[in-house]
């Protein structure tokens, strides 16, 4: 069967108090089963998950980490603030957040907002994918599968990808645990990361910059069964030990 | 404009000498500007990129390589023989290959091949694209672009994604420099890996194990503009160089 990609096209800029779900719904027809993938700055921006620059007093780290990275102060507090550990803080500050994801500048961005505004990252992802599923049931009456997507680079390839920072109504993995390959051997490679698959393509379809379009629609996606522990613990990250001893 | 993403179903097991373009041609009516992603162990089984493990005599480090992973010797000679570079070598062995791509094991594969064989990555990942491009081509008149996917694991999240490893008709990175966000911000955030997201993408309608559609076309792709330095140099990339000095 083949699958649909709907870019969600006409939303206006998103202000705050915007009802999001409602709006995406009055756009695109949405079905039983189809995936919606949402850029985590639209729905920060809807529900106030902002900050001015001008307000944020840094601190004596802050101040340290805008020396040696070359940053404003200010947003080094900001992303600290976001942040519950450091893992290396030159060439850049790359944290470690509560719901699990690791990233450059904990997500904090100044693209697409106001002059002097900041757009943090939805304080609980999840949660987030959860209110907007709801919120499609109810101004639809469509069960949707959610995505919360955010931009983040990578280590040994150059340029950011789309990944999933948040998700509802689907496992973060599909596990293949006691599945057989083509030729009956069980398999060793077990588990693959879907919702940042997905993420992927829809930040593609989305694109950067003006062309305006922060959420897109898959229809006919297959189903899949996994579990949600879609970020390594400290002690199992072997890149994550390696670059906190580097960093010493 | 909707995306429509095809699976190639019906292929048969591919064996050496399959014409494998002319193969996907039959079973998908191919227009230009299409995107094909295949699956590199099929090109690879197609071109005899594949090895009898039974042949292989580990030298002395593929050995201890082998006690310090718990892995076969003989296949951890057949990834170093892959390899340019070794980053770390245990837990896993995590090398580099000579056309950039760092990976665990090197891309080697046992799954979805006879017993006692090893599937390696094509050795010219972008020629492998090219060919396949000039095969459709040929097969059915249409000018497609093309990406190698391979499966492969990351840092911080758990779950392996699809990645490319090769290339043709399509820039890797999307480049943004001097565009303008919606309040006409120069963007800081310059370069998108597009051939990953939509590797990632094709990987998950592939599915991993027994599906049998190691081939999908996407259609209704917006085109872009770019460059092709997927991989950072070993001297810009932190990660690289924080695993090896762990490692020694």
């Known amino acids: 069967m083949r699958i649909e990609i709907i870019p969600v096209e006409g939303l206006p800029l998103i202000r705050k108090g915007d ?117 499609i049931a109810s101004a639809a009456g469509a069960d949707v599968r959610v995505i919360i997507t955010d931009t983040c680079g990578r280590s040994f390839r150059r340029g950011q990808t789309g990944i999933a920072i948040g ?12 599945d057989t390959d083509l030729f009956g051997h069980v398999l060793k490679i077990t588990e693959e990361a879907v919702v940042d698959e997905i993420a992927g393509f829809a930040n593609f379809v989305m694109g950067e910059s003006n062309r305006g379009v922060p959420a897109v629609v898959f229809r006919n996606c297959p189903v899949w069964k996994g579990h949600d522990s879609l970020y390594f613990n400290a002690d199992e990250d072997i890149t994550r030990n390696a670059l906190k001893k580097w960093n010493e």
Chains 1, 2 share one sequence.
């Not at 756009?27 to 921006?45: E, F, H, R, T």
């Not at 001008?54 to 020396?67: K, L, M, N, Q, V």
């Not at 998700?167 to 006691?178: F, K, V």
Request: charged letters at 20%; one cysteine or more.
């Open 19 to 135: 009802d999001l779900a409602a709006m995406i719904a009055a756009l695109v027809p949405l079905q039983d089963g189809d995936i919606l993938c949402l850029a985590s700055s639209v729905y920060s921006k809807a529900h106030g998950h902002t900050r001015p620059l001008a307000s944020i007093e840094p601190g004596e780290r802050a101040r340290d980490i805008g020396r040696r990275c070359g940053e404003d102060p200010r947003f080094m507090q900001a992303v600290l603030d976001e942040s519950t550990e450091v893992l290396i803080d030159h060439p850049f500050l790359l944290t470690c957040l509560a719901h699990g994801h690791v990233g450059v500048r904990a997500g904090v961005d100044q693209s697409n907002i106001e002059d002097g505004q900041l757009i943090l990252l939805p304080p609980d992802p999840n949660a987030a994918a959860d209110g907007i599923r709801h919120g």
């Open 167 to 178: 998700w509802s109504g689907m496992t973060a993995i599909q596990d293949y645990r006691g």
